[in-house]
């Protein structure tokens, strides 16, 4: 009986979602659909974790044949049970919060694209089987394409969709990877029916970690998230809360008992090391607000990364959902302030604003000292479990230092951002009579902050993993690289000079010009001077009219006759004579 209900108030909060693509008549209420569905979902949720169930699988046949019946399954778990209400949660705040920043762009087709970009996310995060998985992996996929492109006259936007597009069509090859292993030796793509695997395929391994590198942005592939930022704030905040940039970690703590051990530990650890610390280090030469807060994205997704590495799914979750409540708020600040700057994104010139705009200043703050890891926020209990759970377990030094050096990066980007913001030099433009007189703006900040301040809380004791006894220094280690990230903070805006070559080489991105300009013009070059070279030389020279020229002449040589001697030349006359004396005799006679 129990389960029969929460099964169909998981149905019902998920078929709400539907309601306003089927009837015209609801798509002014999505904001108040996506509400309704939130509130279905969070009673199964308390019964679940209360009870401790472990999965339950609703199951629908869609095709009987002969051969295999077709069913679609929703898997719920401790995961997916989770991140399902967190998921509405955010989208609720983000429509509502769209409804007054893009006041001049048609909002219903608007509203309606950020829907059906989270029903792809939560097909992904309920799939049953692979299928369906694949289905959501590229929904939220090409909607992330048609989100990003939304002001599509725009050159840098159009580049910026294919970028992202592009990098999560390498990452898929990994996904189809790992579907052809399954159905080839299981003949499945029932995600129960994997996870119970004896033997941990290395392939299916690889495949999983190659599809998480390329959607949730992680090094080698994290280029194309700064570049989102070209697509409206909205989209940004649920592109990087609760959607397609955590796909890749949400499938790998899913799928994490299927998974090789030894490499998965290995491959993940020196990704989330290395992405973790070069997007902090970007981040702090920055100066785009959305752009540091992309970067911060990276930066973070790299620490749930390393948890995977360390073999704490839990954690990564945990640091997940911890993450997509202020993160969500911090680009939604972002947007209040740019929307009242007449669209001015530079820092530099964004000052003042606890004068102008006191509410989003100090909801911009409490979320920047909850990303950065201060005591008894959401971001200190996740981050700092993931940081002690690694100075307890046999990690490599190596990795540990890099995680404590990005994370004293953290606070000095975000110390940045609130510092710039909130100084009382004027260097703006005049400010937009709106200001903060909406609740529309206003409502969905205060409720997302009370979120972020009280989620990690109520978690701990179900996502929480108690390490082994730490001294008292470990345990401050977390506090201390606040403090000195700080501290750096204040050097950095007094005393560092824009001009230096090393700050140039970090806002110049370093490694993604490296990818995405040096490389790609030396290759052009080259291919452009030797391409012309090779055609020049071999075809139109050597192939083309020296091969002719070759030709005839020694044609001319073996078939002429022209040789200067007067024997031949009698010969031949002799011999033309004689021909036709015969035919003229022949036709005579």
Known sequence: MLESMMITLILTSMLLLTLPIIFKKLETKITKTIKLAFLTSLPPMMLILKHQMQNININFNLLNTGMTNMTMTLMINKYSILFLPTALFVTWSIMEFSTWYMTNEP?????????????????LATAGSFMQLLIGWEGVGILSFMLIN??????????????????????????????????????????????????????????????????????????WLPAAMEGPTPVSSLLHSSTMVVAGIYMLAQMHPMMNTKYLTTICLCLGTLTSIYSSLCAIAQNDIKKIIAFSTSSQLGLM?????????????????????????LFLCAGSIIHNMQNEQDIRKTNCTKNTLPTTTTIMTINGITLAGTPFLSGFYSKDMI?????????????LTTTLLSTT???????????????????YKPITAQQESSPQQI?????????????????TPILSNTPALLTTFMKMTPLMTIIVGTYMTTEMTTKLQNTTKSWKFISHLAFFKLLHRIIPLKVL?????????????????????MTIDLLNTTASNIISMQKGQIKKYFTIMLITTTILLLMQTTLTL
């Open 443 to 459: 409502f969905p900040l205060i409720r997302l902050t009370l979120a972020a301040t009280m989620t990690g809380t109520l978690l």
């Open 387 to 399: 940081i002690e759970t690694m100075m307890s377990t046999n990690t490599n030094a190596w990795a």
């Open 305 to 329: 990364m390393i948890a995977i590495g360390i073999n704490k799914p839990d954690l990564a979750m945990f640091h997940m959902i911890t993450h997509a409540t202020f993160k969500s708020t």
């Open 525 to 545: 070059k080259f291919s452009q001077k030797h391409s012309t070279q090779l055609t020049d030389l071999m075809w139109l020279e050597n192939t083309g009219p």
């Open 150 to 223: 939304w002001w599509s006259t725009r050159t840098n936007a159009n580049s910026a969709a294919l970028q992202a597009i592009i990098y999560n069509r390498i990452g898929d090859i990994g996904l189809i990877l790992v579907m052809t292993i399954l159905l080839s030796t299981l003949g499945t793509w029932d995600v129960m029916s994997t996870l119970t695997l004896s033997t941990k395929d290395t392939l299916i391994t690889l495949g999983l970690i190659m599809a998480a590198m390329g959607k949730s942005a992680q090094f080698f592939m994290h280029m």
């Open 409 to 427: 990066m953290t606070s000095i980007y975000t110390a940045r951002m609130i510092f710039y913001t909130t100084k009382k030099f004027f260097c």
């Open 107 to 123: 909002t219903k087709k608007f509203q309606k694209h950020l829907l059906i970009f989270l029903i792809s996310m939560l097909i």
